[in-house]
């Protein structure tokens, strides 16, 4: 049976000043470090990360996994779109994404719904859209990811660390400062994990299973064009490029890691002559950084975990996003949704059905 969590109809004080709707069950005691103080304390493992099975949907992300973000800290938000208290926090989670997404981090949104409204997915969609949130959201129709949480509040936030334990939650508004301490100090965590040789256990599906081979390799592997733009952030010229005008439905990874970039279901012809995209397919391996090389203000875009310059983005593109992803071919390799099982991309499959099988007909 679907389980329906019931609000109070009164907003509930947080111990830190801020406010919050609450589910109407009783909440085990919790430790005041996660309700409202102001400075971080010791971070607890709280355990492990549950992931997102359950999930009725996806909006701006294929499906994401517990195991695939292994190597990445995660903020989960659990929120819902007519939560007063969800939306105003909505700007720190944003602002949060923002501020740290060039080092690998990463927000999820479950969107568990409350309100019969909020139950249908042409109106989470609206909303999202709406509400500018770029960041991927898993829909939570059933309520299975909130339960495998324990979670009893809108809105809350769990902060995971790249080994995938959790190690801080924060229920309502308030104590953003601490929750930037905390993902801060995660970051720096595993940063100093990765300098000091200390590998991120995992599978190879995993996001962090995406490396960069030896510049002597890449010299090998690489084609002069794509060696110069991947490694020394030159730019292919427009309109003698192999993406610029492939309609072929498929992905884009990075051509020297294969991480998985961008999809040709964001694809939109730009006019400009490179291959643009309004959105990435997997932000967590897209990061970004302030680039005036050529005395002007851009936005440069590199892959996560090879570091490959890919390009650059910008803030004239078409809606959802608004943005273009102005990529470099050379930077990338496509692969036809015909053959992503058989190049070991089959999750994302799923996201081409219909052009696989009119292809196949």
């Known amino acids: 049976m679907i389980r329906i969590v019931s609000l109070l109809a009164a907003a509930a004080l947080t111990v830190g000043g801020g406010f919050a709707l609450f589910a109407n069950r009783p909440h085990p005691a919790t430790s005041s470090a996660h309700l409202g103080a102001r400075t971080v304390a010791p971070l607890k493992d709280e355990g492990p990360f549950a992931g997102f099975d359950g999930n009725t949907g996806w909006i701006n992300s294929p499906p994401l996994t517990a195991a695939g973000l292994r190597g990445h800290v995660v903020v989960v938000d659990f929120w819902a779109f007519s939560c007063s208290n969800c939306l105003a926090a909505l700007p720190h989670v944003k602002s949060l994404e923002a501020k740290f997404r060039d080092r690998g981090f990463v927000v999820v949104g479950v969107h568990t719904p409350e309100l019969s409204n909020e139950r249908v997915e042409s109106n989470l969609r609206e909303a999202v859209r709406k509400l500018g949130i770029v960041y991927p959201v898993a829909i ?152 005036n090389s050529i005395g002007m203000d851009r936005t440069e875009v590199r892959s996560a975990h090879a570091d490959s310059h890919l390009g650059h983005v910008f803030d004239d593109g078409p809606e959802p996003t608004g943005l273009r992803y102005c990529m470099n071919s050379a930077a990338m390799r496509f692969i036809p949704a015909s053959q992503l099982a058989a190049d070991g991309y089959s999750e994302y499959a799923h996201l081409f059905a219909a052009a696989v099988t009119s292809t196949n007909q």
């Open 140 to 291: 939570d129709g059933d309520n299975r990811i909130w339960n495998a949480f324990n979670n009893e509040y809108w809105p809350a936030i769990y902060i995971i660390d790249a080994h995938g334990r959790i190690r801080y939650h924060y229920f309502g508004e308030g104590a953003y400062d601490q929750e930037e301490q905390v993902v801060s100090a995660l970051l720096d965590e595993a940063g100093r994990e990765h300098v000091g040789g200390a590998a991120v256990s995992g599978h190879p599906g995993d996001l962090s299973a995406w490396h960069k081979p030896s510049d002597a390799d890449l010299k090998q592997r690489l084609t002069p064009v794509q060696y110069s733009v991947t490694q020394h952030d030159d730019t292919e010229l427009p309109y003698r490029n192999p993406y610029w005008d492939n309609h072929e439905a498929g992905i884009y990874v990075d051509v020297v890691s294969g991480e998985p970039l961008f999809s040709s279901l964001d694809k939109f012809e730009s006019g400009t002559g490179w291959p643009s995209f309004t959105k990435p397919l997997v932000q967590a391996n897209v990061v970004t950084r302030a680039d």
